[in-house]
């Protein structure tokens, strides 16, 4: 009778000691949320100002929350083999929300299967996977800029331009502004759609363009300086105009013409508005750039994933799409919008 009264004692105590260990792990778990976070090249301009104003949010939410933000930021070599077994081992970590910026748009299926399975939510960003991948899902979401506006708003910086005075592009005044463009990678959503709608406004405005050459430099400025060295022989006098689909390439492109000495007072514009290109707008070695505000754009990415992560309804925080799209907002950045 009395060994029964004790073991029923003890077994009470467990209980009781158990719970209470329930409990403290549940409030432990609301002290602190894991995100995984990869992009597809570490030393890409655009991401390495998008990885610092993540920080930056996750910095804020932990000092206004005092929850800690625990986030493991990795470099998937531009290998989505890599990228995927990253995803398997932030999962295997307990990351509470993965936020991905796909090495290959196209091959989200196994990053998507691995968060499902596990039931870890994603947000993908800057590289947009295929629609069918992201219906998927309900726990998915995408954060960017929309191409087209960026890229409507490069032309009209360039447009405005010529409309004041025709010869800040055409620079021998023949009529004809020559140009020369600046491509990102071929497999990335923003490449296409930049291209064809910068030259698409510069047409509707009215701009007489001609293009002399263009070429892939995917988003990189040393790529992008090698061809301009090549297009500088190519075409000593003629190029006006430098066309770049993002930033990095047309400093790319500003590199070479510094280097040649080119003497002939070259115009370029960009796309992104990083740091080291609002520095040329300011200092008048780039007529204009696009801003895509990613202070907001890092605020929504990490928005989304901390709601999710604490079980918070995202759309009482982050305005989005369909339910699970986030389009930064984008504005010309030139001389003249600095100095207002
Ligand atoms: C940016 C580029 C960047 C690329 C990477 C684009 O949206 O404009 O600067 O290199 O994304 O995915």
Redesign the pocket.
């Known amino acids: 009778m009395r060994r029964k009264m004790v073991c029923g004692c003890l077994c009470l105590l467990s209980a009781v000691v158990l719970a209470g260990c329930q409990d403290g792990a549940e409030q432990e778990e609301k002290k602190s949320i894991r995100l995984g976070v990869s992009v597809?090249?570490w030393e890409?301009?655009?991401?390495t100002t998008l990885r610092t104003e993540l920080e930056e949010k996750a910095k804020e939410y932990e000092q206004e929350t005092g929850i800690k933000v625990v986030m493991d930021i990795v470099d998937a070599k531009e290998s989505q083999s890599v990228q995927n077994s990253q995803v398997e081992r932030f999962i295997s970590l307990g990351c509470d929300a993965l936020c991905i910026?796909m090495v290959d748009r196209s091959a989200a299926s196994d990053i998507i299967v691995q968060a499902m399975d596990a039931d870890v939510p994603v947000v993908f960003f800057?590289?947009e996977p295929v629609e069918e991948d992201m219906e998927r899902w309900d726990r998915l979401y995408y954060v960017?800029?929309d191409?087209k506006q960026?890229a409507v708003i490069q032309g009209t910086i360039l447009a405005d331009a010529y409309d004041g005075d025709p010869s800040s592009l055409d620079l021998n005044g023949d009529g004809v502004v020559k140009y020369v463009l600046l491509e990102?990678?071929s497999s990335?959503q923003?490449?296409l759609i930049?291209t064809e709608w910068s030259i698409q406004t510069l047409k509707d405005r009215g701009v007489p363009i001609e293009k002399l050459t263009g070429g892939i430099a995917?988003?990189?400025r040393s790529q992008a300086s090698a061809l301009m060295e090549q297009w500088l022989e190519e075409y000593p006098d003629e190029i006006e105009l430098v066309i770049s689909?993002?930033?990095?390439?047309a400093l790319g492109a500003l590199d070479a013409m510094e280097r040649c000495g080119s003497a002939r007072p070259i115009k370029l514009v960009g796309?992104?508005a990083?740091p080291a290109a609002v520095e040329a707008v300011r200092e008048g070695r780039l007529m204009g750039t696009v801003s895509?505000d990613l202070e907001t754009y890092a605020d929504a990415i990490f928005q989304i994933a901390r709601c999710e992560a604490e079980g918070e309804p995202v759309e009482e925080h982050v305005q989005l799409e369909g339910g699970k799209y986030y389009r930064s907002a984008q504005a010309p950045v030139t001389a003249a919008s600095l100095s207002d």
Not at 44 to 47: E, G, I, K, R, V
Not at 245 to 249: A, C, F, G, S, Y
């Open positions: 597809y090249r890409d301009a655009f991401l910026n800057n590289r960017g800029a191409a960026s990102g990678e990335h923003d490449s930049r995917n988003w990189d689909n993002n930033d990095d390439m796309i992104d990083t895509q």
